[in-house]
């Protein structure tokens, strides 16, 4: 992403990174800037955190084009936020993003639209149908980094509660350390689901022997930082969390991530949670914790997560179980495309031979404007009612 930043920047344009978290988005700052030491290349931070002050300076300075490379969160697609000539928008972790938001940083470029780069672990259902249908082209990294070994996943009852504080005590005691993560912050009557707060004080009340860290999207940064911090450091031995650490928190020495009521979280949060760990050379672990009565859908997610550490194969029973999504507007799964005979889901390599026949056409006749492309512009008039084009920006 940095590279093809340079090539554009190098070219007279600007380029912004926009991360989910306020955690990612700086640790893209400092790794960033690390990489860039030396250089000339201005980066800065946008971030809901950012001071009123720090803005008049920093806004001002990004219209004038004297920032070459902007990273921020959700706060890069405000209205304030005006670029002088943005060429490329990098989107990482895009699954954690709606597809009006992407578009909005894609409009940043009143003369024209920049390029777009989108970067995930786990192609949300819409984004792996638009690898066959949309403008997307796809680069794939199918392997571990070396010396990585493949994190094992377990799938239990939460009853089994001793057992489960007995295999945590052996890792911390092997110098591991472990987060936990939970679908709620504060217990909620509505919902009977395991929440943090209460999660924390029980994790306290059993292992009084061990250090242990609380982080939620709530607190204050300063507060959130500090916590990160005392677990990255190895001060701490446990990390309890929201989803606010699904994203961009890489503690090597992190081993066990266990997930509270695990039936109210997606494949592809699962499957980001689950690469918290695994980021050294020890063998890691992920617990996944339901009630024991559930439905068929959730243990056919369980058992895909047991099965499996590939984010292909993931994404590809997401898309089955929740279909893709509508790829003219902003949902991004659902909406079961009605095939006779294909399944975006294995059919890949034909539907690309399909893709590949359709481009062929388009080379030939751009506007379907011949009598031999009447059938194939008949049907897009009754198809194509979308205002804006969203299947423009993957």
């Known amino acids: 992403a940095l590279m093809v930043a340079l090539l554009v920047i190098d070219n007279g344009y600007q380029a912004c990174i926009m991360a989910p978290t306020e955690i990612l988005a700086n640790q893209h700052l400092a790794t960033l800037r690390h990489?860039?030491?030396?250089?000339?290349?201005?980066v800065e931070l946008l971030t809901g955190s950012t001071t009123k002050k720090q803005r008049a300076e920093l806004l001002p300075a990004l219209e004038r084009g004297e920032i070459d490379l902007l990273i921020g969160t959700h706060a890069l697609i405000e209205d304030t936020v005006q670029f002088a000539n943005v060429g490329l928008v990098i989107v990482d972790e895009q699954h954690r993003f709606g597809v009006a938001q992407r578009a909005r940083l894609w409009g940043k470029n009143r003369t024209a639209p920049p390029h777009v780069l989108v970067m995930t672990a786990t192609p949300i259902p819409r984004t792996l149908a638009m690898t066959v249908y949309g403008d997307l082209q796809v680069s794939v990294i199918d392997e571990l980094p070396p010396g990585r070994k493949p994190i094992q996943?377990?799938?239990?009852?939460?009853?089994?509660?001793?057992?489960?504080?007995?295999?945590?005590?052996k890792q911390v005691g092997l110098g591991r350390q472990i987060y936990v993560v939970y679908p709620l912050i504060q217990e909620n009557e509505e919902l009977d689901l395991a929440d943090l707060e209460n999660g924390y004080n029980t994790l306290v009340q059993a292992f009084p022997q061990f250090r242990i860290s609380m982080v939620h999207g709530k607190m204050k940064a300063a507060?959130?930082?500090?916590?990160?911090?005392?677990?990255?450091?190895?001060?701490?031995?446990?990390?309890?969390?929201?989803?606010?650490?699904?994203?961009?928190?890489?503690?090597?020495?992190?081993s066990v991530m266990i997930i509270e009521d695990a039936q109210r979280f997606g494949l592809s949060q699962l499957h980001q949670l689950r690469g918290r760990v695994?980021?050294?050379?020890?063998?890691?672990?992920?617990?996944?914790?339901?009630?024991?009565?559930?439905?068929?859908?959730?243990?056919?997610?369980?058992?895909?997560?047991?099965?499996?550490?590939?984010?292909?194969?993931?994404?590809?029973?997401?898309?089955?179980?929740?279909?893709?999504?509508?790829?003219?507007?902003?949902?991004?799964?659902?909406?079961?495309?009605?095939?006779?005979?294909a399944n975006l889901a294995t059919d890949g390599q034909i539907l690309q031979l399909a893709r590949d026949a359709a481009n062929s056409v388009l080379d030939d006749d751009p506007t379907l404007s011949t009598a031999y492309t009447q059938i194939y512009r008949d049907n897009l008039a009754k198809f194509k009612s979308a205002a804006v084009e969203y299947r423009e920006i993957s």
């Open 35 to 42: 990489m860039l030491q030396g250089s000339d290349v201005r």
């Open 153 to 169: 996943t377990y799938h239990y009852s939460n009853q089994r509660r001793k057992s489960i504080n007995e295999f945590i005590t």
């Open 278 to 341: 695994g980021r050294g050379a020890e063998q890691s672990y992920c617990i996944l914790l339901t009630p024991p009565e559930m439905s068929a859908d959730t243990r056919k997610r369980m058992d895909i997560m047991c099965a499996t550490n590939d984010g292909f194969r993931i994404a590809e029973a997401d898309l089955e179980l929740r279909g893709p999504g509508d790829m003219d507007g902003t949902m991004q799964s659902g909406m079961a495309l009605d095939f006779k005979i």
């Open 223 to 254: 507060d959130k930082d500090l916590q990160m911090r005392r677990f990255v450091s190895g001060e701490t031995q446990i990390l309890v969390a929201t989803t606010v650490i699904e994203v961009g928190v890489n503690v090597p020495n992190a």
